[in-house]
């Protein structure tokens, strides 16, 4: 979740806790605590963007460093804040504010892995987009009534907040048997598979699957009758392809591109793999999170035991323009579930 909708969710949590009924700087505390895990994204790394990545959602949002995380934040506020506050207090507020920090990431689709050192495995529950407009709307409806001592407007922010929440646990579960049914329909028995709401709503879901070896990729909206968009299928990737060069950077960063996926990784491409999971329209695969393996074409037996490189795709105008393709097709898949032949292609 984004930063803003972290800050609300704590504040207005911290309120239903028997001790800070009326008290400002409680919420404050809690609030700056939620967000205080993304801070990772500012520790300087002078890697490349494998490892920038891998380093976001990983020792700030473990269960086993809060409790240190909430000390070093209680020294900081006690310090910095209000030295007559209560060092038990502000500690549990803190605690609280970075328990529910996790508890809305591992409720996105790119999950965390909250149970380091002890497993590296991402958990995630699929349930909210890494942004959500609604969801962040209605906390602050909420907090507005919180902070304002508005009874009743605060009451109906958070009923809309928790109606919603339930909202996309049943949108979730129609994805998942909407998924199984269009399975069926094709004679295709999945192997493992997964449903991703697309980012900014949980109308429109994208679904992935494996089948013989392939990723089958469709998105859905899920309206009164959901409307399914075939995406198309792909050829698995493996990091085992790549053992060879196990031990060089190359392959370190495959293996690193692969666990920040989930695995989900399919040769879209020559040469070229992309996470199936992260995509702004639930149909398309042009715009995925890609990196392109150079390997010469000519090479010989001894050239191609040779490490080859490995980049990100770049982001030049012509992303920028597909980008704002992709968000007017968004919208219009949104609101009226039709797209056009060319919006369509991949």
């Known amino acids: 979740m984004d930063p803003i909708t972290h800050a609300l969710f704590g504040a207005v949590g911290a309120r239903c806790l028997p001790f800070t009924k009326k008290d400002r700087s409680a919420w404050i505390i809690a609030s700056i605590s939620a967000v205080s895990p993304d801070l990772d994204l500012l520790i300087p790394c002078s890697g490349n963007s494998f490892v920038k990545a891998s380093l976001h959602r990983y020792y700030t949002h473990a269960l086993s460093f809060f409790p240190f995380e909430a000390l070093i934040l209680t020294v900081l506020f006690w310090y910095l804040y209000d030295k007559r506050l209560e060092r038990i207090k502000v500690y549990t507020l803190a605690l609280f504010g970075l328990c529910s920090h996790l508890c809305l990431d591992i409720m996105t689709s790119s999950g965390l892995p909250f149970l380091w050192p002890f497993t590296r495995c991402r958990f995630t529950f699929d349930t909210f987009p890494i942004v959500d407009f609604c969801f962040s709307a209605f906390l602050l409806v909420a907090f507005i009534g919180l902070w304002w001592n508005r009874r009743t407007l605060c009451v109906l922010g958070l009923a809309l907040t928790i109606g919603y929440g339930a909202f996309a646990v049943v949108q979730h579960e129609r994805a998942a048997f909407c998924q199984q049914t269009l399975c069926i329909s094709r004679g295709h028995s999945a192997i493992r598979a997964r449903v991703v709401p697309s980012p900014g709503s949980v109308l429109l879901w994208r679904s992935i699957y494996e089948y013989d070896g392939r990723y089958f990729v469709d998105g859905m909206r899920l309206g009164n ?122």
């Not at 196990?246 to 692969?258: Q, S, W």
């Not at 992309?274 to 715009?287: A, E, F, Q, T, Y």
């Not at 037996?301 to 097709?329: C, H, M, N, V």
């Open 225 to 346: 009758t959901p409307i399914f968009y075939t995406g198309g299928n792909f050829p698995k990737a493996s990091l085992e392809e790549f053992t060879q060069f196990r031990g060089t950077a190359f392959y370190k960063d495959c293996a690193l591109f692969f666990w920040l996926m989930g695995g989900y990784v399919a040769v879209t491409a020559p040469g070229k793999l992309s996470g199936l999971c992260l995509s702004l329209l639930p149909h398309k695969n042009d715009m995925l999170p890609s990196i392109c393996i150079d390997r010469k074409p000519s090479a010989t037996s001894k050239e191609a035991l040779q490490e080859p490189k490995i980049y990100f795709l770049k982001r030049g105008r012509s992303w920028s323009a597909r980008l704002r393709r992709d968000g007017i097709t968004f919208l219009k898949l949104l609101w009226t579930g039709e797209i056009d032949k060319a919006a369509n292609a991949n």
